[in-house]
């Protein structure tokens, strides 16, 4: 379990995380979700020690980071993937955390061969592609074989095929009891993956929901609507206090009224309905939603050529 405690952090006067607490329990993967800038790399710094806060407390198990004797399987990381001296072999990088944490090398070779670097064990990293150094970090995170783990854009750099793997490893880690905390831009990936979020901007909390409830949360209670009397319905459903729009297919999307009171409507004034279907937003939908005033990055708009 990871445990933060009104953690708060300033760099230079600006504050990076301000009273930021929240609980990221075992069993599930939760996506930790933010704009750029909202302080999720430094949350994570002070969860493994590398950063220290200037209030609150990040806890692994309980615990806070420099009070773990063998912090490699008490808690697993990827931060910075290249974060590899390029002259070591993929095979020496891991044996030498190994030896540091009393982990043994048939542990080395597991990793490995589940990460699929058997083959390429004993060439050095620097060689390496972006994805292979991607595996590279995650067979690191997962040497100790740790109950906790922290995973910073983990699928960065992988073909499909590795991102469906690093989809499908992360949520078998979590169904055995694990802990797997993982943050991501990709939101159509941690709509497929992640079980609960918690979103933070500006440094502080947002939203801790699961992703179904955060999705609904911002589904606005839109619903679609067919009928071939579509100017007269639009017409009854303002009337009615709906919110009515056209998308590009001429189907009309209402906010406001709930699904029967619009069949109502069409009913009472001789619209025939063709659909009638309730519309749920995706997770960018909603995140963009929750998050539009937290963010710190704003491109200008582009002038005329």
């Known amino acids: 379990m ?10 230079g006067g600006k504050g990076a995380v301000e009273d930021l607490s929240f609980t990221v329990r075992p069993g599930r993967v939760t996506g930790f979700l933010g704009p750029n800038g909202a302080g999720k790399s430094t949350t994570m710094r002070l969860f493994l020690g590398l950063d220290r ?5 990040a806890l692994v198990q309980g615990r806070p980071f420099h009070a773990l004797r063998y912090p490699l399987r008490e808690v697993g990381a990827v931060l910075d993937s290249k974060a590899v001296h390029p002259g070591r072999t993929a095979y020496g990088h891991l044996l030498g955390l190994a030896s540091s944490n009393g982990i043994t ?26 994805g292979m150094g991607q595996r590279l970090g995650i067979a690191t995170a997962l040497l100790g074989d740790p109950p906790v783990l922290l995973l910073d854009e983990p699928v960065n750099g992988l073909d499909p095929e590795g991102v469906r793997w690093i989809r499908n490893l992360m949520k078998a880690l979590a169904a055995e009891g694990r802990t797997v905390f993982v943050s991501s831009h990709l939101m159509s990936e941690m709509e497929v993956t992640a079980d609960h979020l918690v979103v933070i901007g500006r440094g502080r909390l947002i939203a801790d929901a699961g992703v179904g409830d955060f999705i609904e949360a911002g589904s606005q209670g839109t619903v ?16 009615a ?6 998308d590009v297919e001429g189907a009309l999307l209402v906010n406001g009224l709930e699904s029967a009171h619009i069949a109502s409507i069409a009913s009472r004034c001789g619209a025939e309905v063709h659909e009638l279907s309730p519309q749920r937003a995706s997770l960018e939908t909603a995140f963009m939603e929750r998050t539009e ?10 002038g005329p050529a």
Do not use: C, M, N
């Open 2 to 11: 990871l445990e933060a405690r009104g953690l708060t952090k300033f760099y």
């Open 53 to 57: 806060a200037d209030a609150g407390r």
């Open 105 to 130: 090398r048939r542990r080395v070779d597991e990793v490995l061969e589940i990460t699929g670097l058997t083959s390429v064990a004993r060439q050095r990293v620097g060689g390496f592609s972006l």
């Open 224 to 239: 679609k609507v067919r009928s071939p009397q579509a100017i007269q319905l639009a017409a009854r459903l303002r009337e």
């Open 241 to 246: 206090g709906g919110q009515v729009t056209a």
């Open 293 to 302: 005033h937290s963010v710190e990055y704003r491109p200008s708009k582009p």
